[in-house]
């Protein structure tokens, strides 16, 4: 097991490793968890996430699969972490080859004029002010080679959706901007849309709904990938 500690990269993996590099933020459960495990088929995964144990409990699977991980125990809020974070990459690595970001912060549904304005400024600091720091810092480390991964949610305008709605909106004008900003230089930026799948933050916002039918997060990561 591989960690990211004290604002260093430590463990048993080598700077020769042979693997690309695939950074997972939001990786402990769900989408992002699904992503890491199957891009730890074919890369090395830096996955990161608020949860220690979910991430160790990654990390036993991937190894189990014979993948290797880094786990970054870390909030992607906390913009000092994150810069120490992307520089160890920088320093053990020299660069990512793939992002994938799904990390999201889903406040309670509310009516737009009864939104707690707590809830409103967490899930703006999480979606929308920590991906467009995190581009600034991961876009040196993808180089012209490397690609970006984002996961549009169409229910932006949609009742009850507001604080949601409104980040994962601003998330894809942001997105869309630097993909257009890179087609003709790289890194490659993806913008794709998840079928429904039974997670948490799916459960939170649909409480109640028969879960029979939605699409395993696995099944979706592999679909998702696939279109890179």
């Not at 020769?16 to 990786?27: E, F, K």
């Not at 891009?39 to 290797?68: F, N, S």
């Not at 909106?169 to 799948?197: D, F």
């Not at 109640?208 to 395993?216: H, K």
Request: glycine fraction near 8%; aromatic fraction near 6%.
């Amino acid at each position: 097991m591989i960690y990211v500690v004290r604002n260093e990269i430590s463990g048993v993996m080598t700077d020769q490793n042979p693997s690309p590099i695939a950074l997972v933020t939001g990786a402990s459960r769900g989408l992002g968890a699904a992503l890491a495990e199957e891009l730890a088929k074919t890369h090395h995964v830096v996955a990161v996430a608020r949860t220690t144990g979910a991430l160790e409990e990654l990390d036993d699977r991937i190894q189990a699969a014979g993948g290797t991980a880094t786990l970054a125990p870390m909030d992607i809020t906390q913009p000092d972490a994150m810069a120490q974070l992307c520089r160890s990459i920088y320093d053990r690595w020299g660069s990512v080859d793939l992002w994938a970001h799904a990390a999201v912060h889903a406040p309670p549904m509310a009516p737009a004029p009864h939104m707690d304005m707590k809830d409103w400024d967490k899930t703006l600091a999480c979606n929308v002010t920590a991906m467009g720091r995190l581009i600034t810092f991961v876009a040196p480390l993808l180089g012209e080679q490397g690609q970006a991964l984002f996961f549009d949610d169409p229910c932006a305008g949609d009742k009850f959706f507001g604080a949601y709605g409104a980040s994962k909106a601003a998330q894809m004008a942001l997105a869309q901007s630097w993909q257009a900003e890179t087609a003709n230089t790289g890194p490659k930026v993806h913008i794709l849309t998840p079928q429904p799948m039974p997670t948490a933050v799916r459960a939170r916002f649909f409480p109640g709904e028969n879960r029979d039918g939605l699409t395993s997060a696995e099944a979706e990561a592999n679909r998702l990938l696939a279109q890179l």
